[in-house]
């Protein structure tokens, strides 16, 4: 569906992250990026959208630094979805490698384009504990549990964390913006193909099983032929038409 409501392209950034010895507790200085997933909501050509997942990881010692191959994974002046924390990791990371070759995480830093998921609702809110309260299946993976894995020849559980969190940052930016707009075309347009993508990777991705069994994705596909009839008749130019109310028998839960 072409809905008004929802940009082209917008992209969400996870990170999975080593600790940094001898650096300041709980700072970004004391966090190490070894992993990146870019996941993309864009739209086709013929109005309908898809969904489109990089994974990223830090190559060895002699090939491209993650920095730079996250900035490649990512599609340029698109809005993305990335925690402010995250992307100060991002910009110390990038300096510290001193490549100078990754223009679109210069412009994350700079602020331009960036949403913080978990700031569309408030301040100083949580992100994991937002996606429990919106019934999006998250866990919070410790920078050590991470650094106990992580082998560079054998990114996969890393990167799993990185897409993990990817793919619920998308989710939340999908509840915010549908609540923020007032109409149902964020959260359907988003999570109806996220789905989806994620239904064909489940088998290669275990860690996205509790993902689709998480609530929103359970009304989304509850609803959907709700939501294409509604569409339907807005882009036929039917003012009249309107989203589900109480009154039409649907349950909210």
Request: proline share 7%; aromatic share 8%.
């Amino acid at each position: 569906m072409n809905s008004p409501h929802v940009p082209p392209v917008i992209q969400a950034v996870g990170l999975a992250c080593v600790p940094v010895d001898d650096m300041p507790a709980s700072s970004v200085l004391a966090r190490e990026p070894v992993a990146a997933a870019v996941v993309t909501l864009h739209e086709r050509d013929d109005g309908h959208r898809e969904v489109t997942i990089k994974c990223v990881s830090d190559a060895r010692d002699l090939e491209w630094p993650l920095p730079v191959l996250l900035d490649g994974a990512l599609v340029a002046s698109a809005p993305t979805i990335v925690s402010e924390s995250d992307c100060d990791t991002l910009a110390i990371e990038a300096a510290s490698r001193r490549f100078f070759t990754e223009p679109n995480l210069a412009a994350l830093a700079k602020g331009q384009g960036m949403i913080d998921p978990a700031a569309m609702f408030g301040t100083g809110i949580d992100e994991v504990a937002l996606c429990q309260r919106l019934g999006i299946h998250a866990t919070f993976v410790p920078d050590h549990e991470v650094a106990r894995s992580w082998r560079r020849d054998a990114p996969a559980t890393a990167e799993g964390v990185a897409l993990s969190m990817a793919v619920r940052r998308l989710m939340l930016w999908a509840h915010g913006a549908a609540f923020l707009k007032a109409v149902p075309d964020p959260f359907f347009e988003t999570l109806l193909p996220l789905r989806e993508r994620l239904l064909d990777l489940e088998q290669d991705r275990p860690e996205l099983k509790a993902m689709l069994r998480s609530r929103p994705f359970g009304r989304a596909a509850s609803f959907a032929s709700y939501y294409r009839e509604y569409r339907t008749r807005r882009d036929a130019g039917d003012e009249d038409a309107r989203w589900a109310t109480f009154e039409d028998g649907l349950s909210y839960v």
